[in-house]
């Protein structure tokens, strides 16, 4: 469905991502890594906000650039997200509507949906600079999911957030992920570990290691704990001796 | 997208420093125009309230520059743009919504100043609907469009740069357009010679001469040129804007920016062809310096030509400037080597043929031009192509002021043009008369002091003016008054009653009984004639006369002018005669002391003192004789010091 072969991007000299190969179908996946592996810059690409140096990015077998279909498709929540504190929470919604030229009459339900989705109906009429961070992030996730899209990015949504947020946010994971491909880049492992089908890690521009949460495990069996310890790895056991490749 | 565009509005007027800006800004326009129109109805002059509602030009370019900047940084503030952008074509369709959402507040806006204008117009009961197109055109250029530029501008600082280095380009931009800089060039001009003009000229989108009297017959500058200038600019940021908000590889979108950068190539062309154009500043190129520098050095002649010229005709086209093939039919008495004319300076010879087409050689040299004849016979006709333009007598598509008496076409012999010590033009009145036949190509109805049938203007006279703009014709009784609507005058009643007014004078000054007054056209004088034009805008020919007011004195010193051949040397007293006759008490009534003392009555004080010594009779018959001789070159002071 959504395939990255063979990915370069540099900015001037910095190369960003080295030979990024990466294959996607229906599901949760995490993108996991430290700050500065090149997690955002990757999702950029996927977006097609980047140019690439090298490298393809296809949608069902065709190429991003100028795909009307993936770019209809497409949900995102970047890192650093906002909204016109001066409208309400629908007015903010159908600001994107309009933009995703979703049709006039299903408006007003696809906007409820997704509010719901995101549970924050009770505040369809509040005007965006009377909502907490956490609520206008899940705003912003509501936004994203307008329009029913098929692969939804979201690029370190729990940044910022409250405990109580986060498992909010893994809740309404629960709820979009049916029949669609959802990537969440983060760099705190707790975000993705319980709800994500695949894992990738990510340093240095690479992808290190891509697997289930049980794959991922399973790096660090003998390396942390030692071989007959009765203490079980974690995923972030496991990421941690990927990432310092031991 | 009009539901974006209103979602756009929302979001401005909801954005509280938005708000406030708006509304501060629209209470000061309004404030003004009203305090303006309140003036209208002591003075009653619309074309000066139109004027002055143009002068919030630069308020509404600050004001959007300002407001467009804050308005297209806020999604940058508010870190919407990277969610947008991924939306197909959402980056483009949020900036254009939001340009659209400032394009119609501007509109709003613009429509603000019409409303006023309008009411002024329908105010003062002006039927002239040439000038209610003229009020309209003039709110989109000064207004709509400089305001748009400015939103361009501030839309670009909001996308390319950072918040400093947005203000400070705005702020510099801002202090390069406004009047404020206007000493620059002025300075380094007249100080060290180096003209940055052009430079300063390429910023200048604001409306020129508002600090000045309006020309009642042109309006307001709305030439060509300025047009290319404000859509230069605007196609050139739009296609920044455009290469910005659009998605690289989107073709259709580059194909528009590239047309734009064409559209702003073709007009920055046409902006570097501006024609002529009426542009009071002091750029040596137009209309105060232009002929003043150049006439300040001894450059004019005076020589008489040894032919006369039967017959012209001439195929005129006016558009931005004038172009003109005329034909000469010469009346010569004797084979020439030089046929000498004089025909304005700034207007350049295409080609110059004799009566078989074969081209003639021809040297111009200033407002001369000297054409050789390599034959042993007589040239009898000669054709000239040549076009131009004067900065002062203006002939393009928004207004004509060709006066007779200025050479824009080739008169015999070299005659002097400018008197520089009074700044000002010497009406250039030929002495014979011959037959015109014209053929006037133009967008705007012109009038002329020859018979007219549709664009073909003919008849015998000394000389052909040609007026358009502004102008009314009207008839009283039989005299054909051309007056001009915006400038009305109080007097103009006097036209009914010429032959009353000019019979006390009929035995003195007006010499050929015979002559049907009532055939005389008369041509209202405009600022720029009366100003630039010796004797204050009143000029006499045969069939017709300029004139800035129909004051009983002016009709009469109007007709009696048409008997004295002008003299620039003869100004003063002929200042002097028309002032006794016409003011004879108001003249004798100044002070004794105030005569002694003032330096502007010392010529008066030498006239009334021949007056007391040799009588009144004698010395005005000397005077009008004097006036009227032709041979006679002596100037004013050496006539009146020599009476006895």
Redesign the interface.
């Known amino acids: 469905m959504f395939e990255i072969s063979n990915l370069y991007k540099s900015f001037k000299k910095n190369q960003v991502l080295k030979d990024v190969s990466l294959s996607f179908e229906n599901g949760i996946y995490g993108l996991l890594g430290p700050n500065g592996a090149g997690k955002t810059t990757l999702i950029r690409c996927m ?3 980047y ?1 690439i140096n090298k490298g393809v990015i296809k949608f069902n077998g065709l190429s991003i ?2 795909n ?1 279909e993936f ?2 498709n ?1 949900g ?3 890192q ?8 309400t929470a629908y ?1 903010n919604l ?3 509507c ?4 979703i049709n ?1 009459d299903r408006m007003d339900d696809e906007i409820k949906d997704c509010l719901k989705a995101v549970n924050l109906e009770d505040r369809i009429n509040h005007k965006v600079s009377t909502l907490s961070g956490g609520m206008i992030r899940r705003l ?1 996730i509501a ?2 999911i307008l329009g029913k899209p098929r692969i939804i990015i979201f690029d370190e949504p729990t940044a910022g957030l409250d405990p109580e947020e986060r498992i909010r946010f893994k809740n309404i994971l629960t709820q979009i992920k049916k029949d669609r491909l959802i990537i969440i880049s983060t760099h705190i492992v707790e975000d993705i570990e319980a709800s994500c089908d695949r894992i990738i890690i990510m340093n240095d521009g690479r992808v290190l290691k891509s697997g289930s949460a049980k794959e991922i495990k399973s790096a660090a069996i003998g390396k942390v704990y030692g071989e007959k310890s009765k203490l079980k790895p974690t995923v972030e056991d496991g990421y941690m001796c990927i990432i310092k490749r031991i | 997208m009009s ?2 565009i209103k ?1 756009n509005l ?2 401005f007027f ?2 509280k420093y938005l708000l406030f800006s708006f509304l501060l800004f629209t209470a000061a326009v309004n404030a003004f125009l009203a305090k303006e129109f309140y003036n209208l109805l002591i003075h009653n002059d619309v074309l000066y309230y139109l004027g002055e509602s143009q002068m919030l030009s630069i308020v509404y370019f600050v004001f959007f520059v300002f407001i467009s900047y804050e308005y297209i940084a806020k999604s940058k ?4 743009s ?9 980056k483009f ?2 900036y254009i919504s939001k340009l659209a959402a400032l394009a119609i507040i501007m509109l709003i806006m613009t429509l603000n100043i019409l409303i006023y204008n309008y009411a002024a117009y329908f105010f003062e009961g002006i039927k002239l609907l040439p000038f209610a197109l003229h009020i309209f055109l003039n709110n989109i250029l000064n207004i709509f469009l400089v305001s748009l530029a400015g939103a361009c501008i501030g839309t670009v600082a909001a996308l390319y740069l950072s918040k400093f280095q947005a203000y400070l380009l705005i702020i510099i931009l801002t202090v390069l357009i406004s009047p404020i800089s206007e000493f620059m060039p002025y300075v380094l001009f007249m100080g060290y010679g180096i003209n940055i003009y052009p430079l300063m000229d390429v910023l200048n989108i604001l409306p020129p001469n508002l600090n000045w009297v309006s020309e009642a017959l042109y309006g307001l500058s709305i030439e060509p040129y300025r047009w290319n200038l404000v859509i230069f600019w605007i196609s050139l940021l739009s296609s920044s804007i455009l290469f910005k908000i659009s ?4 073709k259709i979108i580059n194909y528009i920016s590239v047309t734009l950068i064409i559209i702003s190539v073709y007009n920055f062309y046409f902006y570097m062809h501006p024609g002529s154009i009426v542009k009071k500043d002091y750029n040596p190129m137009n209309y105060i310096a232009f002929d003043e520098l150049y006439y300040s050095k001894n450059v004019q002649k005076e020589e008489e030509s040894g032919f006369a010229i039967s017959s012209y005709d001439m195929k005129i086209e006016i558009d931005r400037k004038l172009e003109n093939s005329v034909s000469l039919l010469l009346d010569e008495s004797e084979v020439l080597r030089i046929y000498k004319f004089t025909l304005y300076r700034n207007f350049d010879i295409k080609e110059v043929r004799d009566k078989n087409n074969n081209p003639l050689e021809f040297m111009r040299h200033g407002d001369y031009l000297d054409i050789y004849n390599s034959t042993n016979e007589k040239l009898e006709r000669i054709q000239i192509v040549y076009s131009g333009y004067s900065p002062v007598f203006y002939s393009n598509s928004q207004g004509v002021l060709l006066p007779g008496c200025f050479p824009y076409y080739p008169v015999e012999g070299y005659k002097k043009i400018y008197i520089k010590e009074q700044s000002s033009y010497i009406p250039i009145i030929r002495d014979c008369t011959s037959e015109f036949n014209l053929y006037v190509e133009s967008s705007i109805d012109i009038y002329s002091n020859l018979e007219r049938d549709g664009d073909k203007y003919y008849g015998e006279a000394q000389a052909v003016t040609l007026v358009g703009g502004f102008v009314n014709e009207k008839k009283y009784n039989n005299c054909t008054f051309y007056g001009l609507p915006l400038e009305r005058l109080e007097t103009e009643n006097n036209l009914f009653r010429i032959d009353d007014i000019l019979e006390p004078y009929k035995s003195s000054l007006i010499k050929d009984e015979d002559i049907s007054l009532k055939k005389i056209k008369i041509f209202q004088s405009t600022v720029i004639f009366s100003g630039k034009m010796a004797d204050n805008g009143i000029v006499s020919f045969d069939d017709h006369i300029f004139t800035y007011d129909l004051s009983e004195d002016c009709i009469v010193q109007g007709f009696a002018q048409i008997y004295i051949p002008y003299d620039a040397n003869k100004s003063k007293i002929k200042k002097e005669f028309f002032n006794y006759i016409l003011h004879k008490e108001k003249v004798r009534k100044i002070p004794k002391a105030e005569l002694e003392n003032s330096v502007i009555y010392e010529f008066r004080k030498l006239f009334l003192e021949k007056i007391d010594e040799l009588g009144e009779n004698y010395v005005m018959e000397k005077t009008y004789v004097f006036l009227n001789d032709k041979n006679d070159t002596r100037d004013s002071e050496a006539f009146i010091r020599s009476l006895n």
Request: avoid cysteine.
């Open positions: 977006v097609n906000l140019d650039d100028n009307d770019l209809s497409i995102y929540l970047p650093k997200f906002g909204l016109f504190k001066e409208l007015e159908k600001y994107f309009i933009l995703k030229k006039k912003g936004q994203a | 539901a974006l979602n929302k979001l909801r954005t503030n508010v870190n919407l990277e969610s947008i952008s991924v939306i197909n074509n959402g369709i949020f998605n690289k590889k989107r």
